[in-house]
């Protein structure tokens, strides 16, 4: 594949992002989701990022990572193959799971940054999915909210700007999906 246009720069933050080819299912069932999340950390925790906020949704996902190292064109193409391959295997499919290589866009702003991690929490309730962001098992919120002591994500990013408290009150300000600012993150089109 050709490189980026624009290059990924160590110690910055970036949304990460993709969906299903033909906008299809990438997640079929439960355990789809949990050796994801087992694939994340082998292919990007020890490799290229801190994960600061995901949100696995059954089409699509979601990452907001800080870049530790220029590893992660790398890290994602690894990490799409093995997923590829095992969902292709387990449900006797051949050909892509995803749509392309996956998209970045740079977050150089605090009050982006933020938001973005909102904007992610927020993705199954806005899909429908759930009532609430603490029902949806595939996403950081949890650990936000103190309900999970997983070791995935590294809230301290977002902590640091915002407390444990006054975060699950800004998740509760459901407006922000409608805002024309966050209307770029969405993968409705």
Not at 46 to 58: E, F, G, H, R
Not at 94 to 120: E, P, W
Not at 170 to 178: A, H, K, P
Request: glycine share 4%; hydrophobic share 35%; charged share 20%.
């Amino acid at each position: 594949m050709p490189q980026r246009r624009i290059p990924l720069q160590t110690e910055n933050f970036y949304h990460i992002y993709n969906r299903g080819n033909n906008r299809q299912k990438i997640f079929f069932e439960r355990e789809n989701y949990v050796y994801f999340l087992r694939l994340m950390k082998e292919h990007l925790i020890t490799n290229a990022v801190d994960i600061v906020a995901y949100c696995l949704m059954p089409n699509h996902y979601h990452f907001l990572v800080y870049l530790r190292d220029e590893t992660l064109s790398d890290a994602m193409k690894s990490l799409s193959l093995s997923y590829t391959k095992a969902i292709n295997k387990r449900f006797n499919r051949s050909g892509v799971l995803f749509q392309g290589r996956f998209k970045s866009i740079h977050v150089a702003q605090t009050d982006y940054l933020i938001n973005l991690s909102r904007y992610i929490h927020l993705n199954p309730v806005k899909a429908g999915l759930v009532q609430q962001p603490g029902e949806w098992e595939f996403s950081s919120y949890l650990e936000y909210a103190g309900l999970r002591g997983g070791t995935l994500p590294k809230i301290e990013y977002i902590k640091m700007q915002i407390e444990e408290s006054a975060y699950q009150l800004f998740l509760d300000d459901y407006n922000v999906l409608d805002s024309t600012g966050i209307q770029k993150l969405l993968l409705d089109d």
